[in-house]
């Protein structure tokens, strides 16, 4: 388990939440502000054109054949004993336990948050997951619990799921989760922008956000389910990362079709291409649909043959799930003892 | 995969029932990666090899009248695996009467529709015992186990499958032709896709309704003994398939013998030379399906991860051991350093090592022989100047094992670009144009296969109506389908195997207006 960087470490839980008004204020004004400008070069034009941050960096066409070959070849690794142990500690560690639910309530992230810093009460090497990832009005409690403890708080923001409200009340729901605690935010893409061709929109917006989540890491989420195609996958990939995003992620999780091990591998090719030119390192978060331990090490080797093991890490590697954790725990306790618990024996 | 069926060694305590589970051991794990997966071999408990083996004729196996015998021997590890007999020619002529009888007496005669049953029955059998198939070519050839189980077997059954479906139908396959079977045929295999050869030329020639004498390759006959079985099982009739294992005399015997009727021969282009001039002015049929230098050409615009892939695939595919792999690779200058980059990168990542490990991507070099014609062909790549990438991976210490090679500042006239190396090794070689991309893929004496990447149409149909080779992939390599007729021009030989085109051979067309 690493500790968080320390420029980005919580502070104590008195001085985060939502009682600070006159920070907030100042905070929504000021993005408020920001936002009126990216409207105007929304509007300006440059319809279909690139932002010039992308001038340069390598968007190269995908072959869909080629690609869901690869994955599939990928999906055929044989994980066994050891290597098998390493993924499924490896998966816990990189976890977003996730939930976004209309009814999420004080009394179910506290019990998410304690299960997130200890996944298997019987088993102290179980380390605890990365981060627990919750709407933004349910920020201030994980931040409560799980302050002083190297788990952080994720939030979804920005109009999540489909990231359409106006685009300075986008900002300051931004401004706002990081304020009252979140390490990091998740933000969905404009799909109604790049779709329609308005990039510069799109990358504004991302850049927007970048800077309303201050020292909060931005993940941003393409919705790949919507884009249409991999070659689309790929320029959003390569916009958002151009635009600052710390991680660019599959899926809100929220629509038919959240991440499959090609668009997974299809958005690793773009992260490869993005660290060769422009040096940084932007990490990957699959989400929606991940329920199975052995799909949390099919990631893992596409990652591992894709990225190789710099990116196996929770610093640049995320798998956001809800209910994943426990088949992974069953997986983990039978390989210590060669049998399946019984599945009542997780804690929920 | 289901992981159900797999069984774990369990901790003392977990064997009792009841007892407290004790604490996982989570420590000491290596770190997650490819560096680290915990070997997975294929069990190999299904596979029963014999000690030695005779040949398959009129039904029975039988002993070889020539009283020689060889070893066949696991590329991987140097052990012998059996011993298979040598037919000398009087086994051979053994074989020929056998098929002739069987020809003659009732298989010209068999209708289509019957002969369709025998040939979906042998696809049902090598589909149901596929694994042992598919382990049993790993063991005897060296080529990596997943290749056997996801490419050969599932092939080989394919082409059972397609070729029963126009065995009752030839008449309408040609229009106002009556379609008739030539007789006997001698076929000669190599040893890279051994049962995958066999199952290329007896489904067509079995199907059209002549009857066969096969001869396997010296060094991996047992996968086509193990067919025999399935040959009987499908109630085949004796003598319309024979088995004649042996060397290159044995295959020698069976080409010129006077009573085959149509030869067809898959191997070196030195040897199918040979064979031409052996049966120059006999009037007897022939098709040859010799070797190959498979431009794979590469546009600036085509999808530069999946270029990467398919390079891959093209010339490390079983080794390289193949005869239309992409051992040259033509790229465009303005993308090569991207192209190379990712390759190499690629490179890094192959898993090369034990055949029978689910997670190899290389295997074994077939055979001493061919290993040592594969480290001459680089050793001279060196000397002559072109620059070699080999990825740091540790190689087995038993058996033939050749690391996936690059070499780059490849010049055309260097050997390593002309001569057929078939083994890991690539060359690369730029070009400017696609005017100068089609002057170099044509500059060979070879024409199999050739490999086009650009995400762009028109210049895919552009370029293939100027390859010279007879399968051109777009956007893809070293696919195969049974309903695609596969086969060259110049010294990679003529005749095509697969599809409409592929019954040509085993036909007399009468009334044919073609």
């Known amino acids: 388990m690493t500790a968080k960087p320390a420029g980005r470490r919580r502070g104590p839980v008195s001085t985060v939440g939502i009682g600070t008004a006159g920070s907030r204020v100042w905070h929504v004004n000021t993005v408020a502000m920001r936002a009126a400008s990216v409207e105007v070069s929304g509007r300006a034009g440059e319809h279909g054109a690139l932002p010039e941050a992308l001038v340069g960096l390598p968007i190269t066409p995908t072959d869909a054949v080629g690609l869901t070959e690869r994955a599939a070849a990928l999906a055929k690794r044989s994980i066994k004993t050891t290597a098998k142990g390493a993924a499924l500690t490896l998966a816990v560690r990189c976890m977003d336990l996730t939930t976004l639910e209309g009814v999420d309530t004080p009394g179910k992230v506290l019990s998410l948050c304690a299960k997130a810093l200890r996944p298997e009460p019987t088993d102290p090497a179980v380390p605890p997951v990365a981060a627990v990832c919750v709407y933004p009005e349910l920020v201030g409690v994980a931040a409560g619990a799980l302050a002083g403890t190297p788990v952080r708080v994720a939030s979804v923001a920005g109009s999540f799921p489909a990231g359409l409200g106006p685009i300075g009340v986008r900002l300051a729901e931004i401004a706002d989760a990081t304020s009252a605690g979140a390490d990091e935010i998740d933000i969905v893409l404009n799909r109604s922008a790049f779709l329609a061709g308005r990039y510069r929109q799109a990358f504004d917006e991302v850049a927007a956000s970048k800077e309303a989540a201050g020292h909060a890491h931005l993940k941003v989420i393409l919705e790949t389910g919507e884009l249409g195609s991999y070659d689309a996958v790929r320029k959003a990939s390569m916009l958002a990362m151009a635009a600052g995003a710390d991680f660019i992620k599959t899926s809100t999780g929220k629509i038919g079709t959240s991440a499959t091990l090609p668009v997974a591998l299809c958005m690793a090719e773009a992260i490869r291409d993005f660290a060769d030119a422009d040096g940084r390192a932007v990490g990957l978060k699959v989400a929606g649909g991940i329920r199975t331990a052995k799909q949390s090490w099919q990631y893992l080797v596409v990652m591992a043959e894709t990225l190789g093991p710099q990116w196996l890490h929770p610093d640049l590697f995320r798998i956001g799930a809800s209910s994943l954790l426990n088949d992974v725990l069953l997986q983990l306790d039978r390989l210590g003892t060669g049998r399946y618990p019984r599945p009542d024996k997780t804690v929920v | 995969m289901s992981d159900t069926g797999e069984h774990l060694p369990a901790s003392p305590a977990g064997d009792v029932p009841g007892a407290e ?168 295999i190599p040893w890279n896709f051994p049962l995958l050869m066999a199952a290329w030329k007896l489904a067509p020639a079995l199907a059209a309704g002549n009857t066969v004498v096969l001869k396997p390759a010296e060094t991996t006959p047992l996968t086509a003994l193990l067919l025999t079985e399935v040959l009987r099982d499908a109630d085949l009739p004796p003598g319309v398939v024979n088995i004649v294992t042996g060397d290159g005399t044995t295959g020698a015997a069976t080409v010129a013998h006077p009573g085959v009727d149509k030869v067809a021969f898959t191997g070196s282009t030195t040897v199918g030379k040979e064979i031409q001039r052996t049966l120059a002015g006999t009037g007897r049929r022939l098709t040859l399906e010799l070797g190959g230098k498979a431009a794979n050409i590469i546009f600036e615009d085509a999808a530069l991860d999946q270029v990467t892939e398919g390079i ?54 077939n055979s001493a022989v061919q290993l040592r014609k594969i480290t001459e062909l680089v050793e001279s790549g060196v000397r002559q100047g072109a620059e070699l990438y080999q990825p740091s991976c540790a190689l087995p210490e038993r058996g033939w094992f050749f690391p996936p090679t690059l070499f780059c500042d490849v010049s055309p006239s260097h050997r390593i670009a002309r001569e057929e190396i078939f083994g890991p090794v690539l060359s690369v070689l730029t070009f400017r144009t696609a005017d100068e991309a089609v002057e170099k893929a044509n500059n060979t004496p070879y024409g199999l296969s050739a490999g086009i990447w650009t995400e762009k149409g028109s210049r895919i149909l552009w370029m293939a109506e100027r390859m010279q080779a007879g399968v051109v992939w777009a956007n893809t390599f070293n696919r195969f389908d049974p309903a695609s007729p596969f086969g060259g021009y110049r010294e990679s030989g003529f005749g095509r195997e697969g599809g409409r085109q592929g019954l040509l051979p085993y036909l007399h067309l009468q009334g044919a207006q073609l």
């Open chain 2, 21 to 188: 589970v004790p604490e996982r051991v989570l420590a000491d794990l290596p770190e997650f990666g490819p560096a680290s997966y915990a070997p997975a071999p294929e069990g190999t408990d299904l596979v029963h090899i014999a000690e030695d083996y005779g040949l398959f004729i009129g039904g029975e196996m039988v002993p070889a009248r020539s009283d020689r015998a060889a070893p066949t021997v696991n590329p991987a590890t140097g052990e012998t695996l059996a011993t298979f007999a040598v037919g000398g020619a009087e086994d051979v002529d053994r074989a020929v009467l056998a098929a002739r009888e069987a020809y003659e007496s009732h298989w010209r005669d068999t209708p289509g529709s019957v002969r369709a049953r025998y040939l979906y029955r042998v696809a049902r059998l090598l589909q149901e015992r596929s694994r042992e198939f598919a382990v049993l070519e790993t063991l005897d050839g060296g080529k990596p186990i997943k290749e056997s189980r996801d490419v050969d077997l599932p092939l080989a059954a394919a082409h059972f499958f397609h070729h029963a479906g126009w065995a009752d139908k030839l008449d309408y396959a040609f229009a106002g032709a009556e379609a008739h079977p030539v007789g006997v045929v001698g076929q000669v």
């Open chain 2, 312 to 365: 891959v695939g093209g010339i490390y595919f079983n080794q390289g051991q193949v005869c239309c792999a992409g051992s040259r690779l033509l790229v465009q200058e303005s993308v090569a350093d991207a192209v190379i980059s990712k390759l190499r990168r690629r490179m890094d990542t192959l898993l090369v090592g034990d055949p029978l490990d689910k997670n190899t991507d290389i295997g074994a070099i």
